[in-house]
Nanobody, 123 residues
Framework: QVQLVESGGGLVQAGGSLRLSCAAS????????MGWFRQAAGKEREFVAA????????FYADVVGGRFTISRDNAKNTVYLQLDSLKPEDTAAYYC????????????????WGQGTQVTVSS
């Protein structure tokens, strides 16, 4: 069982930055691939970024266009999502998720989910 707790969301102006964190419980964090997803009001959840258990491989959705960076610190059981050059369309609840398989852009391949943290970007 893995418990995930996101933090770092908030209100920011367009062009600004935020750093989201996701702290995981358990002693086997490095065995899990991690992903970030987001869900805007009235829309379906969408993939943002993923990272392998070792942190050596990352994968991003085209929509983030090089503006976001996923990373992890296995010693701290934490995965991060750096959000730069934010746009109003990035406004959403951001969720981290853990997968016991390979990292993926498919939400159903993730076994554990956090409660989400809200990011609001004003124009």
């Amino acid at each position: 069982q893995v418990q995930l707790v996101e933090s770092g969301g908030g209100l920011v102006q367009a062009g600004g930055s935020l750093r989201l964190s996701c702290a995981a419980s358990g002693r086997t964090f490095s065995r899990y691939a991690m992903g970030w997803f987001r869900q805007a009001a009235g829309k379906e959840r969408e993939f943002v970024a993923a990272i392998s258990g070792s942190g050596g491989s990352t994968f991003y959705a085209d929509v983030v266009g090089g503006r976001f960076t996923i990373s992890r610190d296995n010693a701290k059981n934490t995965v991060y999502l750096q959000l730069d050059s934010l746009k109003p369309e990035d406004t959403a609840a951001y969720y981290c998720a853990a997968s016991s398989g390979v990292y993926s852009y498919v939400a159903s391949r993730y076994d554990y989910w956090g409660q989400g943290t809200q990011v609001t970007v004003s124009s």
